[in-house]
């Protein structure tokens, strides 16, 4: 049994249904009632609610299995509280693999998301667990939820600077990579980085271009307009002033990693953008 956590988020039902697929017993834990059917959907072999906050909910939810896939909230103020339950649950429960689908480059002080999960993975290092740590890039699935919008505009708008370079990975690749990993404990107490090849607004702006047959723009948002949406869209405050300080840093730097580790996991070269833009389309039945 494997139980994976936040499995309703956009990771967790990837992951999830990744695992059914390969014929893997999930159990998955979500915080509220009203998301337990969709994982039910998946074929999950349990559904249980609970709060990573809450060490007892998460002992519960720990018990009797043999790994656990951890999903930690974005942007959650209880990021070293939820790590440590976590940690202190497998130790309880005797689980035999632990691994963490962390974010690419913690070490960055100035991305207060990512800074956090470095103490995770810290006290991951120290637990005596046998670990996996995964520090996964952004993805590409990101713009789905803006895709028509983008089509019909002709304007691809992303909160950071259209030539800023980043290592966009695509989240099927992620689970994908996820499934071997839990399946082969020789990778075991390592960390890896899931990237895929690094991208401009720009450049991706080019090969939708291209992909739908139709001239389509990059730009950038201004950051006052994107923070008052997520404001409009009940954003808590901890998570707009993460916002606020998550894309100045991306338009100086963006967030380049190396998608060698994916592709030798894999076993394949990581999906690139123009796969991606293209498989949508087919998707939607867009394109020239």
């Known amino acids: 049994m494997i139980l994976v956590t936040c499995a309703a988020g956009k990771t967790g039902k990837a992951i999830v249904d990744a695992l059914v697929k390969t014929g893997q017993d999930v159990r998955a834990m979500v915080r509220s009632d009203r998301s337990l059917e969709s994982v039910r959907a998946a074929g999950v072999a349990e559904a249980i609610t609970g709060?990573?906050?809450?060490?007892?909910?998460?002992?519960?939810a720990a018990d009797g299995v043999d790994a656990v896939y951890y999903i930690a909230p974005n942007m959650d103020p209880n990021e070293?509280?939820?790590?440590?339950?976590?940690?202190?649950?497998?130790?309880?429960?005797n689980v035999a693999r632990l691994v963490f689908?962390?974010?690419?480059?913690?070490?960055?002080?100035?991305?207060p998301h990512h800074w956090e999960r470095h103490f995770v993975e810290q006290?991951?290092?120290?637990?005596k667990l046998s670990f996996t740590i995964l520090q996964v890039g952004s993805y590409m699935q990101n713009m789905l939820p803006a895709w028509e919008k983008m089509a019909e505009t002709g304007v691809h708008r992303m909160a950071y600077d259209i030539d800023a370079p980043m290592s966009l990975v695509d989240l099927d690749d992620v689970s994908e990579a996820a499934v071997k990993i839990?399946?082969?404990d020789g990778f075991a107490n390592g960390?890896?980085?899931?990237?895929?090849?690094?991208?401009s607004l720009n450049q991706k702006a080019a090969i939708l271009s291209s992909v739908l047959g139709k001239e389509i723009v990059a730009e950038k948002e201004a950051l006052d307009a994107f923070l008052d949406h997520g404001r409009a869209l009940g954003f808590s405050d901890f998570t707009l002033a993460t916002m606020a300080k998550m894309f100045p840093y991306y338009d100086k730097h963006g967030l380049v990693g190396?998608?060698?580790?994916?592709?030798?996991?894999?076993?394949r070269a990581p999906?690139?953008?123009?796969t991606f833009a293209r498989r949508t389309v087919a998707g939607l039945g867009q394109g020239s």
């Open 123 to 127: 006290s991951i290092l120290n637990s």
């Open 191 to 199: 960390m890896f980085e899931i990237a895929g090849p690094a991208i």
């Open 51 to 60: 709060d990573l906050a809450f060490a007892e909910d998460v002992l519960r």
């Open 101 to 111: 689908h962390s974010v690419l480059h913690t070490q960055i002080e100035a991305l």
């Open 258 to 267: 190396s998608n060698k580790a994916l592709g030798w996991i894999l076993g």
């Open 182 to 184: 839990l399946a082969d």
């Open 271 to 274: 999906t690139d953008f123009e």
């Open 80 to 93: 070293r509280l939820n790590g440590d339950n976590i940690i202190a649950a497998c130790q309880s429960a």
